[in-house]
């Protein structure tokens, strides 16, 4: 695995975590994708995706161009599967699945797929007795296949997916495929009942046992990460079984637990369900690896203790970590972008709540949230209010989307910051400066940047055609384009604070950039405006322009700006720059910029969550793509 480039899905759970630490150690570049978050003792060159990886995309995976690929993510229920269980079954095994080989399987560098399947699949009546079994049964990989529950059919389906794609070898794919069918793992930081009752233990409570004279495969999740990786440098392709070859009853268990906790209480519950004696044949696996796993519980029990009793010391809390709710402000019609504020919360976790803000109760944008917050005028609202509002809902971010509120937000970032409230929102001088037209100019122009000349009066701009518009705010406010001398005196009588700028002829381009928290760029997206109505573009198109992209990356730094804003340029048929305006926030058409790539509201979660976005890179996708808006209906 030497300088072998590996991706591996659910990396961060009880067989990913020691997997991705021996990937590391043999030299390999290995990226992580889980929906934990990332563990703290992992070195820096372990590249890290935070989310739901149904969002990974197919550019994401070929920039890192992987040569293995280790597929562990899923999920499951202990037991008996709930009733809820189906969706959840569906979109994190089934779909995961899918959606992952779609993305990888036309990437060339792909050498294999390592996929962790379940003994869950083999037919349980082989298996399950109405007494207890004097032995267990040897499970082979030709045995009878009737999944026992829906996540072993995820699982089969998979196996089957997989063998289509194998199918395609050498004339459409590049790779070989694996499945290993592994037994009852177990290990440190898991759910699995020994680690339960080990954690119950500790904590004095009684245990409630059931069948005890059941008999498992019990496999070591280190054991497993071995056994994975052997099964990835070995020729073996299809079903492989992957346990100790060695049944141990649930009795053998207690009577180790039993060593280490000689006041255990246990009771014997009730339960009609079957008796288990199962044991994996790992007869194939030897002969195509000339391995076997060789820690049995007797060695990893007393490891397990000693772990679970450092985190009590510690004081972790072992419960699900909560993620914090999301506010969009202003939301009035903004449909499109709170349904990508949606998309991006989606790839973290579905329990995020998407709450919507607002002064007027009856806009449109409260049908395309979770919440809606009918807001007092920004005149009244406090940030205690807001900060209060925000703590009774669990909200952790703060998106504002309106010119007129942003001076607000950043006048009070840090007290928000203080209560654990991050504001999408740039510093109160960089927010000032491009509010405010003639004080961009002056800042910019004396650097050398090339901006649009702007005067206060119309005799400081030498030009034969004039644009006039309000000093503060939206640049398409009560704007007069393209007007004579005269006409241009005229049109300025009706605004508050007028200022001039010389009339451009040329292509008019928008520039989406994101600068994350310490002000360094992630990237640039340059559009084409192709239809402009009140000033927001009905039509715009992606253009690569690497130019422009720095110029305005460049801008945005200097001016220590943050989070998603957006450049409007003019770019004359000489390919000249001049550059009118920034506005300092998510623009009506920057849904395109997302879609291409600039994951902004993704990474500003992830930075609100206090992560580390330096893993997440800007991959732009190598189309161009076009977005129309359009009016639509949708029925509630």
């Not at 003792?41 to 890290?48: C, D, L, S, T």
């Not at 969002?55 to 599967?81: K, Q």
């Amino acid at each position: 695995m030497k300088n072998k480039r590996v991706f591996v899905s659910g990396g961060a759970g009880v067989i990913g975590s020691v997997l991705v630490d021996a990937l590391h150690k043999m030299g390999a570049t290995v990226f992580v994708g889980d929906l934990k978050p990332r563990p703290t003792y992992w070195p820096a060159e372990i590249r890290y995706r935070q989310g739901d990886l149904n969002y990974i995309t197919r550019e994401e995976l070929a920039e890192f161009a992987p040569d293995y690929f280790f597929h562990l993510a899923a999920t499951f229920e202990r037991s008996v599967e709930t009733y809820d269980f189906w969706h959840e079954n569906y979109r994190h095994n089934v779909r995961l699945s899918n959606h992952l080989m779609t993305c990888l399987k036309d990437i060339p560098s792909m050498k294999k797929v390592v996929f962790a399947s379940s003994y869950l699949i083999y037919d349980p009546m082989l298996y399950s007795f109405s007494e207890p079994a004097a032995k267990a049964v040897r499970l082979k990989e030709e045995d009878v296949i009737l999944p026992r529950n829906i996540c072993g059919a995820a699982k089969l389906l998979h196996e089957i997916e997989l063998r289509f794609l194998e199918e395609f070898k050498d004339s459409y794919t590049s790779f070989h495929t694996v499945y290993a069918r592994i037994f009852r793992v177990y290990g440190k930081n898991s759910r699995d009942i020994i680690s339960r009752w080990v954690r119950s233990l500790l904590r004095g409570e009684k245990l409630t046992v059931y069948k005890k004279e059941g008999m498992f495969d019990y496999i070591y999740a280190g054991e497993v990460a071995k056994g994975l990786i052997h099964l990835a440098i070995s020729p073996a392709t299809g079903v492989v079984n992957l346990g100790n070859d060695q049944a141990r009853r649930v009795s053998d268990v207690l009577d180790i637990l039993c060593q280490y906790f000689p006041h255990m209480e246990l009771e014997e519950g009730q339960s009609d369900i079957l008796y288990e004696a199962s044991q994996a044949n790992m007869d194939r696996f030897f002969t195509l690896t000339g391995w076997k796993p060789e820690r049995q519980l007797e060695d990893v029990i007393p490891e397990i203790i000693e772990f679970e009793k450092d985190r009590l010391k510690e004081n972790i809390d072992h419960t699900v970590r909560r993620f914090p709710n999301v506010l969009v402000t202003s939301i009035s019609r903004k449909v499109p972008l709170l349904r990508a504020v949606k998309q991006a919360l989606r790839k973290v976790g579905d329990e995020i709540r998407l709450f919507g803000g607002d002064i007027d109760a009856g806009c449109i944008g409260r049908y395309f949230t979770d919440e809606f917050w009918l807001m007092p005028h920004l005149i009244d609202l406090t940030p205690e209010t807001c900060i209060a509002y925000c703590k009774q809902n669990g909200i952790g971010l703060i998106i504002p989307t309106r010119d007129g509120e942003l001076p607000y937000f950043a006048r009070h970032k840090a007290v928000f910051a203080a209560h654990g409230i991050e504001v999408m929102v740039s510093d109160e001088r960089a927010i000032d400066i491009c509010l405010d037209k003639q004080r961009f100019y002056d800042e910019l122009s004396v650097l050398g940047y090339p901006v649009i000349p702007t005067t206060r009066e119309i005799e400081g701009v030498s030009a034969d055609l004039y644009v006039v518009k309000e000093r503060y705010g939206a640049g398409s406010h009560s704007l007069g384009l393209k007007l004579s001398e005269e006409a241009a005196r005229v049109h300025a009588t009706n605004l508050e604070e007028p200022i001039y700028q010389p009339y451009v002829a040329g292509e008019e381009m928008s520039v989406d950039v994101y600068l994350t928290h310490s002000g360094r760029a992630k990237g640039a997206v340059v559009r084409r405006r192709e239809l402009v109505v009140h000033g927001e573009s009905q039509i715009t198109t992606t253009v690569q322009h690497y130019e422009l992209e720095q110029l305005c990356i460049k801008i945005a730094e200097k001016l220590e700006l943050s989070g998603h804003v957006i450049f409007q340029v003019f770019v004359t048929p000489d390919d000249f720059f001049h550059i009118i305006e920034c506005n300092p926030r998510f623009g009506g058409a920057s849904t395109l910029s997302l879609a291409v790539g600039l994951d902004s509201f993704y990474w500003s979660y992830l930075e609100a969550m206090g992560v580390d976005v330096a893993d997440y890179p800007f991959v732009r996708s190598n189309e161009e793509k076009t977005m129309v808006r359009y009016p639509q209906d949708v029925i509630l």
